[in-house]
């Protein structure tokens, strides 16, 4: 019996640590609606132009979001959790052109590799089964 690392373990401890990158960044944010719901929604408008969030709100979308990424986390019907975590990275990555082309902030480029790795973890997620709690 060898105990040679496979691909297929190689692949799925790779996929795995991806999802957990993805889901602290993600967890960051969210966390920031939740405890500073001021700042997140300053966010909202500055970068998606969408103003007048009060409090409840941004408080109500932290929860909705935890529950999707606690789910993407969990490797929880992925097809929606893991294209819910693609779109709303892909969204605030597009939004902060200005970061990359006016205002240019080099912390905001870190969002690319990101971007990558959200949208990897979508084409493969059959793949993904390491610490996952679905059945498949």
């Given at each position: 019996?060898?105990?040679e ?20 960044v993600m ?12 700042h997140?929604?300053?966010v ?5 132009l969408?103003?007048?969030l ?13 529950l999707?990424?606690?789910?993407f986390?969990g ?5 929606y ?26 912390l905001f ?12 973890l ?15």
């Amino acid at each position: 019996m060898s105990s040679e690392i496979t691909s297929t373990d190689r692949i799925k401890w790779s996929l795995f640590l991806l999802r957990l990158g993805v889901f602290i960044v993600m967890f960051a944010w969210t966390i920031d609606k939740l405890v500073s719901p001021d700042h997140a929604a300053g966010v909202f408008e500055n970068f998606y132009l969408i103003g007048g969030l009060g409090h409840e709100i941004m408080m109500l979308i932290g929860v909705i979001e935890l529950l999707i990424i606690l789910a993407f986390l969990g490797g929880l019907w992925k097809r929606y959790t893991y294209g819910f975590v693609l779109l709303l990275h892909g969204v605030s990555t597009f939004s902060s052109w200005k970061q990359y082309t006016i205002d240019i902030n080099l912390l905001f480029f870190a969002a690319w590799p990101m971007l990558a790795a959200c949208i990897a973890l979508y084409l493969l997620r059959d793949m993904d089964r390491k610490f996952t709690l679905s059945r498949k």
